[in-house]
């Protein structure tokens, strides 16, 4: 699978697998593709040549009501979250389930919140129970981040895109988050994360795929790897 945009090649034949129950992270330096990857996953990035399979369908050749229920399956944190500041704590939560909701339900959830008991379970697990009603805007960045990890979390996906989930958290919260996430793959889901540091990358996957200008340069089991092995690819010192 190849992504141009304009003259620029993003992704260069990448070729990538991801299983059942697998947590596989996405390693390397700004600019090496992990976003872009995993936005053809989600559907935002159209792929330029080559195919794309997720969760046994070929999203380009759905539409209607199919593209919503495989959207429905596949939850994304992404990095520059993709909240609106305005809506409350609630509303963008429940955002994570509204591809699974009739659109009436949708619509009047808007004016009376539907779900609230599990939405404030969703809060609970990130730390941010006491925050459901709250205007988005009014939160830090880290709870900010947080609000989007429990709309993915509300949403109970197959499949978990995260794109630098934790980059605004402290290092409790960033266990815990990352822990979260990875729920689906116990379930039997995947979990296909963009990770910057190397330790996070081998504590909380069993899988390490390495981007460099836009091409896999490494594909191995977490065990078999070091930070040492992984700090080129981020272009730190090990």
Same mark, same amino acid.
């Given at each position: 699978m190849t992504v141009r945009l304009g003259a620029a090649t993003v992704l260069d034949d990448v070729d990538l697998t991801v299983g059942a129950g697998e947590r596989v992270a996405l390693a390397g330096a700004s600019g090496a593709g992990k976003s872009t990857l995993l936005g053809v996953v989600n559907g935002t990035v159209p792929p330029s040549g080559g195919s794309v399979r997720v969760l046994g369908a070929d999203p380009a050749a759905l539409r209607g009501a199919a593209l919503r229920r495989l959207r429905a399956r596949v939850g994304t944190v992404h990095q520059h979250l993709e909240l609106a500041g305005a809506l409350r704590v609630v509303h963008e939560v429940n955002a994570g389930r509204l591809g699974?909701?009739? $659109?009436? +339900? /949708? !619509?009047?959830?808007?004016?009376?919140?539907?779900?609230? *008991?599990?939405? =404030? !379970? !969703?809060? %609970?697990?990130v730390g941010l129970a006491d925050r459901v009603f709250d205007r988005t805007d009014a939160l830090s960045g880290g709870q900010?981040?947080?609000? *989007?990890? /429990? +709309?993915?979390?509300?949403?109970?996906?197959?499949? =978990?895109? !995260?794109? %630098?989930? $934790?980059? $605004?958290?402290?290092?409790?919260?960033? %266990? +815990?988050v990352l822990g979260l996430l990875a729920g689906p793959a116990d379930r039997g889901g995947a979990l296909l994360a963009a990770l910057h540091d190397p330790a996070l990358a081998l504590r909380h996957c069993d899988r390490v795929v390495g981007l460099a200008a836009g091409r896999v340069v490494l594909d191995a089991p977490a065990a078999a790897l070091t930070v040492a092995d992984l700090a080129a690819l981020y272009g730190t010192a090990a």
């Open positions: 699974s909701w009739p $659109a009436l +339900r /949708a !619509a009047w959830s808007l004016v009376r919140p539907q779900g609230v *008991a599990d939405v =404030v !379970a !969703a809060l %609970e697990q900010r981040q947080r609000v *989007a990890v /429990a +709309r993915v979390l509300v949403q109970r996906p197959d499949l =978990v895109l !995260a794109d %630098e989930p $934790a980059s $605004a958290l402290d290092p409790v919260l960033t %266990e +815990r």
